[in-house]
């Protein structure tokens, strides 16, 4: 594949509620991304907004904020789902011969709208809708099987919740930092067992961008290229039932073709930091086992042996993840931002020593359906 | 910048969105719903390739990408495989919580159906218990047709 | 430094007010059959795939999870996009940079609407900003009147000019039997006189002036799917590939105030950049056959002088001659267009679809009866904004 970076990145905070709207969430990350990057909008080629109309309470969502991410006289479009899926779409444009940098800028704010009622809608509308369920409680049914899989216990679990929340103490951004232990996590509320409030992440508003330069659009910028070395997302089938919720098919099928062209042999060995989509708890044990961080079933087995931690062998998550902060949508992209600050030695007190290789991972859709897996170096 | 900017009261606009919806079933799905209301039976589709049965029916099979053509009666008994009680409300919930969802593998069927599991002590839930559909009296075609699964 | 690439097969569901014998899923998976089936191809052989939709007309978050089993896209790659009315060449153009990117070899685009299972304006007016504009806002059809009252202002156009653009998509419409809309009364009789009949129809409802019942676009059941393909891949796959020459687009507004209501000045820079990439300098004469977006009848005058064909206020002559006839110099829609189907997601798609079907000579009855090098496509939505895609015959080098 021909060399594709990322030379500039932008993010706002992560907040419960933010008073900007959409546009002015837009603009802050855009231009963060471009100032970081030390360029402006007349180097970039062409744009993809992430955002999704649902959430936007709006058909269209992205004639909301175009114009905030520098639309006028541009090629333009818009990708509905994770950051990374819009990451991976500004990556083939600038790779398609027809534009040599692309921004890339999604938004969310999940305080204007009901996330309860918005995940219900994921849910096939004849089926299963009806029945109340949405994304929380379709998580709690995944835990479970998880958790009989493997023989886990809700303890287990709580052992993520407690290294990312501490992990974000060293985040400006991040809405959540906390100290807790795990008996905090067990006495916090149950809201669909066994996921107690702890386990799930918040609701938040935020932005981020990136700007993807080939090799040659790079110099139209100031700052060093983190090159992405490999990619692949692979959706599973959609049907709750008909799918095996505790296995990470998906994950495994776009974590290895990440690998295969990013030369990953071993990922433990060969990653040095990792940013993957916690949205709860148990996830962050299961995704280890699809991207064959730990073998199947010994993703626990790995939380609990402190590899992951900061001062760990693989340190995972140490923006403090999703769980401690969720702009949906954004927050696929704030992992490829935060792979990106790592690599270049500018994540201040969140910082791997040497970081050389990164792994950005998003999910979408109920319970992780469809993955998206970014191997990034310098 | 102006001072008085700072001083801006920032104002609020609440909205929804009602658009209305009549979602079409399809033949393959309506049969299902059709045979809930007038026969309280449950009918799966079987994959000619893998011989997955879905239910509820699916016209194609994801998996092999070919028509499941074939109609199977299941039964209206099956084993739990997992479950998870609600306590938080929202305005889609049939019910106020707390509420008990399932995943409920229906003997004959090879995955499970999302339902809503009544009748047992939150405690006493295992996965792998036996459950059974309880039909409501009034019966429209919906999925609501099964007012819940219980242990049998 | 980027892949050529091709459209190697296309397929599309037969479009009707309402298909009620299938889900959104079902009706999915009829088009992406129909693709595979003209590509000669298997699901095995797609190596990604692209949907998009508009949401809330069908009411359905995540549409690339929720249509998976449907769509092919079980274990494979997918995502979606969407951006209005404009969805369908938006999928067009992802599905071309997917290849192009040099990262996929053979792609599948999905576009697709369930328009009967919603209030389409209730949708519709939920794209307007929710403070300043929706509560004002009159659907689709109020802007678009606004925008032919003034053309007609500046131009002294008439409704009669309008109608002869309806008159010809739906007697275009004819010749395809997967198009919604087939007004068989109009079989065998002269455009004059079925304009004259439009314009003094009582039955003929004014809705917004001067925008009739015939003069706008109906909303549809229907999907469609296109199958691009990587240079060294296309040629193995289709006789007669249709490569994708050039492609851009402007979404420049996102207020409806902000427009430029004298000009589509979004579609003439779109179409520059693409004529200028592809070297095409008299578009009139270099292009041979069109599928434009053309979402009500003043649009097929009006967009026409955007695009170049010719000059401002001409529109009205080139239509009356004829050359936007099927045996005229530039056929417009032989399809029928988008007066005569319009399933929203899936309706700028069919644009890319059938003018592919031209170039590869596999449009049947409602082929051009000349030599088709050149086939122009375009998509339109929200606040006039303009997608442009040049297919051609010739592989560009």
């Known amino acids: 594949m021909e060399k594709v970076a990322i030379v500039g990145v932008g993010q706002t905070t992560y907040e419960r509620r933010k008073e900007d709207t959409f546009d002015e969430l837009v603009f802050e990350a855009a231009t963060k991304a471009l100032a970081d990057a030390g360029g402006g909008i007349g180097d970039i080629d062409n744009i993809v907004t992430v955002s999704n109309d649902f959430w936007d309470g709006r058909t269209i969502s992205s004639m909301g904020i175009q114009d905030a991410a520098g639309s006028w006289d541009k090629d333009i479009s818009t990708v509905e789902g994770d950051g990374t899926f819009g990451v991976l779409y500004g990556m083939m444009r600038a790779l398609s011969g027809s534009f040599e940098t692309t921004l890339v800028v999604s938004h969310m704010k999940g305080s204007e709208a009901v996330m309860n009622l918005i995940t ?181 087995e790995l939380l609990k042996s402190g590899a992951t931690a900061m001062d760990g062998d693989l340190p995972v998550n140490p923006s403090g993840g999703v769980i401690s902060a969720h702009p949906v949508l954004v927050a696929g992209m704030t992992r490829v931002v935060e792979g990106v600050l790592q690599l270049r030695g500018e994540a201040e007190k969140r910082q791997v020593k040497g970081a050389k290789t990164a792994l950005a991972h998003g999910i979408n859709g109920a319970c992780g359906q469809s993955h998206c897996v970014f191997v990034m170096g310098v | 910048m102006a001072d008085w900017l700072d001083k801006v009261e920032n104002v609020y606009f609440e909205g929804r969105i009602k658009v209305p919806y009549k979602w079409y079933v399809g033949e393959v799905g309506s049969r299902f719903l059709v045979a809930l209301r007038d026969k309280q039976e449950l009918w799966g589709t079987k994959c000619p390739k893998c011989g997955t049965v879905y239910v509820p029916p699916q016209k194609n099979c994801g998996e092999c990408f070919v028509p499941a053509d074939t109609w199977v009666q299941v039964k209206d008994t099956g084993t739990l495989e997992s479950f998870t009680e609600v306590h938080y409300s929202h305005t889609m919930q049939p019910e106020s919580p707390p509420l008990i969802y399932g995943l409920i593998k229906l003997d004959g069927a090879d995955g499970s159906m999302l339902h809503l599991i009544k009748g047992v002590d939150p405690k006493d839930l295992k996965v792998g218990m036996k459950v059974k559909a309880v039909f409501n009296d009034k019966r429209e075609g919906t999925i609501l047709d099964i007012s819940h699964f219980a242990p049998e | 430094m980027g892949k050529k690439v091709a459209i190697v097969g296309f397929g599309q569901t037969y479009q009707r007010s309402s298909r009620k014998d299938v889900n959104g899923v079902e009706l999915i998976n009829e088009a992406v059959r129909a693709a595979l089936e003209d590509a000669e191809l298997t699901i095995n052989d797609i190596d990604a795939i692209v949907i998009g939709n508009m949401d809330h007309f069908e009411g359905v978050n995540y549409v690339d999870c929720w249509s998976a089993e449907g769509s092919g896209a079980v274990m494979k790659p997918i995502f ?112 004059e006189q079925i304009v004259d009949l439009l ?100 649009a097929g005058l009006k967009w026409m002088e955007s695009i170049g064909f010719c000059g401002p206020g001409e529109g009205p002559k080139l239509v009356w001659d004829g050359v936007t006839d099927m045996d005229g110099e530039l056929p417009v829609n032989p399809s029928g267009g988008v007066m005569s189907s319009n399933p929203i997601g899936a309706t700028a798609i069919l644009r890319v679809g059938e003018g592919a079907l031209q170039v590869m000579g596999k449009a049947g009855d409602r082929q051009v009866p000349k030599d088709v090098n050149y086939s122009l496509c375009t998509g339109f939505g929200g606040c006039n904004w303009a997608d442009v895609m040049l297919l051609g015959k010739k592989k560009p080098s």
């Open chain 3, 199 to 298: 314009v003094t129809s009582e039955q003929n409802q004014m809705l917004a002036y001067p925008l009739r019942m015939s003069d706008m676009c109906p909303r549809t059941d229907g999907a469609a799917a296109v199958v691009f393909a990587s240079e060294g891949v296309a040629e193995k796959i289709a006789p007669t590939p249709a490569w994708v020459i050039s492609t851009h687009n402007r979404h420049n507004y996102v207020f409806l105030g902000d427009i430029n209501w004298d000009r589509n000045d979004t579609l003439e820079a779109a179409a520059k950049k693409v004529f200028e990439d592809a070297g095409i300098k008299e578009p009139l004469k270099e292009i041979d056959v069109c599928e434009l977006y053309l979402p009500y009848s003043y």
């Open chain 1, 120 to 300: 219900n809608a994921i849910f096939d509308p004849i089926f299963q809708r009806s029945l109340g369920i949405d994304a929380t409680s379709s998580a709690a049914l995944q835990a479970r099987l998880y958790m009989e899989k493997i023989k886990a216990s809700q303890e287990d679990f709580a052992l993520a919740s407690v290294k990312n929340h501490k992990n974000a103490m060293n985040n400006p951004n991040a809405q959540l930092p906390m100290d807790i232990s795990v008996d905090d996590v067990m006495k916090s509320k149950m809201l669909a067992d066994p996921l107690k409030m702890l386990d799930c992440s918040p609701i938040s508003d935020g932005a981020a961008a990136v700007v993807i330069a080939t090799e040659k659009g790079a110099k139209r910028f100031k700052k060093s290229p983190v090159w992405i070395k490999g990619v692949g997302h692979v959706s599973d089938a959609y049907t709750l039932g008909y799918r095996d919720l505790a296995s990470t098919r998906a994950l495994d099928a776009a974590a290895s073709k990440a690998y295969k062209m990013a030369g990953i042999k071993d990922p433990m060995k060969d990653l040095d930091v990792v940013e993957l989509y916690d949205a709860y708890s148990y996830m962050e044990p299961l995704w280890y086992e699809g991207l064959g961080l730990a073998k199947e079933k010994k993703g626990v």
């Open chain 3, 80 to 191: 979606k996009v969407t951006t209005g009315g404009t969805t369908g060449t938006t999928v067009a153009m992802c599905g071309y940079y997917h290849v192009a990117s040099g990262m996929f070899d053979r792609v599948l685009a999905i576009g697709w609407e369930k328009n009967s299972e919603s209030d389409t304006t209730g949708a519709i007016v939920t794209a307007f900003h929710p403070v300043w504009e929706r509560t004002r806002f009159g659907g689709a059809i109020a802007g678009l009147a606004v925008e032919a009252s003034k053309y007609m202002h500046n131009y002294g156009v008439t409704e009669r000019d309008g109608a002869r653009v309806a008159v010809r998509e739906r007697l275009h419409a004819l010749n395809n039997p997967y198009s919604q809309l087939h007004q068989d009364w109009m079989k065998g009789m002269e455009p």
